[in-house]
C-alpha cells in the first residue's frame, strides 16, 4: 500500500472556495494521474502528467487545476467553477510515461460540499 | 478517443464457482490491459494484467484473455471465495492515458 500517499482522508468545500487535494509518491514514477469516482461509477481520468513541468487535460478536466513542480508531487486544486465537486478523489502514478505499466492509487480523498 | 466497455455491471455467483467479466475497447493502438480490484471505501489495486503481444495470462485462480482482432478482453476468477466479493474494472491503455470500464460488482455468496 505505501508508496502513494494523499490528503486529507476527508475534504469539505464551502460554496465560492477554492480546495488543494495533496498527491505524493516516492516511487520515482514519472506518470502521475488525478481521477475522479462518483458512486457506483468508475474512474474519469481529471487531469495527467507524463514529466515534472507538464500535465495534459483529461475527460473532465472543467473546474480543475493542477501542477508538477516537483517530480513526487502532483496537487489537484478544485476550483468554485466546479459546480459538483462531490466526489471520491483518487491519485496514482505508473513507473514510465511509455506506457505498459499499471498504476499504483493513492488511499483517495473523499470532497464533500457544505 | 478510446472507448472501453464492461459486463456485466453486476455479477453474483456462488463460492467455488467461476466468474467471468468482459470488456471491449475501440483503438486498436491500445497496447495494455490492466485490471483492478477495489473493495469498499478503499483504493483500487491492480491484480493482473496483459499485453497486446500476449494472448492469454494467469496468476493462480485469475486468468486475463486477450483477442486483439476483436477488440475484447476477460476476466476469468476461478474457485471462488466470499474475499474476491468486490468491484473490478478493467483498463486500456492508450499512449500512457488509461480509459477504465465502469466497473463490475462482484458479490461471492458462501
Known amino acids: 500500500d505505501g508508496g502513494i500517499t494523499q490528503s486529507p482522508k476527508y475534504l469539505f468545500r464551502k460554496e465560492g472556495q477554492n480546495v488543494t487535494l495533496s498527491c505524493e509518491q516516492n516511487?520515482?514514477?514519472?506518470?502521475m494521474y488525478w481521477y475522479r469516482q462518483d458512486p457506483g461509477q468508475g474512474l474519469r481520468l481529471i487531469y495527467y502528467?507524463?514529466?515534472?513541468?507538464?500535465?495534459q487535460k483529461g475527460d473532465i478536466a472543467e473546474g480543475y487545476s493542477v501542477s508538477r513542480e516537483k517530480k513526487e508531487s502532483f496537487p489537484l486544486t478544485v476550483t468554485s467553477a466546479q459546480k459538483n465537486p462531490t466526489a471520491f478523489y483518487l491519485c496514482?502514478?505508473?513507473?514510465?510515461?511509455?506506457?505498459?505499466?499499471?498504476?499504483?492509487f493513492g488511499p483517495g480523498t473523499r470532497l464533500l460540499v457544505l | 478517443g478510446e472507448n472501453v466497455e464492461q459486463h456485466p455491471s453486476t455479477l453474483s455467483v456462488q463460492e467455488g464457482d467461476s466468474a467471468v467479466i468482459k470488456c471491449t475497447y475501440s483503438?486498436?493502438?491500445?497496447?495494455?490491459f490492466p485490471w483492478y480490484k477495489q473493495e469498499l471505501g478503499k483504493r483500487p489495486q491492480l491484480i493482473i494484467d496483459?499485453?497486446?503481444?500476449?494472448g492469454e495470462k494467469k496468476d493462480q485462480r485469475i486468468a486475463v484473455t486477450l483477442n486483439k482482432t476483436a477488440k475484447h478482453f476477460s476476466l476469468h476468477i476461478t474457485e471462488t471465495q466470499p474475499e474476491d466479493s468486490a468491484v473490478y474494472f478493467c483498463?486500456?491503455?492508450?499512449?500512457?492515458?488509461?480509459?477504465f470500464g465502469s466497473g463490475t460488482k462482484l458479490n461471492v455468496k458462501p
Open positions: 502528467s507524463q514529466i515534472v513541468n507538464d500535465f
Open positions: 483503438d486498436s493502438a491500445s497496447n495494455y
Open positions: 496514482a502514478s505508473s513507473p514510465t510515461s511509455g506506457g505498459g505499466h499499471g498504476q499504483y
Open positions: 483498463a486500456a491503455d492508450n499512449f500512457n492515458k488509461f480509459y
Open positions: 496483459i499485453r497486446s503481444n500476449v
Open positions: 516511487l520515482n514514477h514519472d506518470a
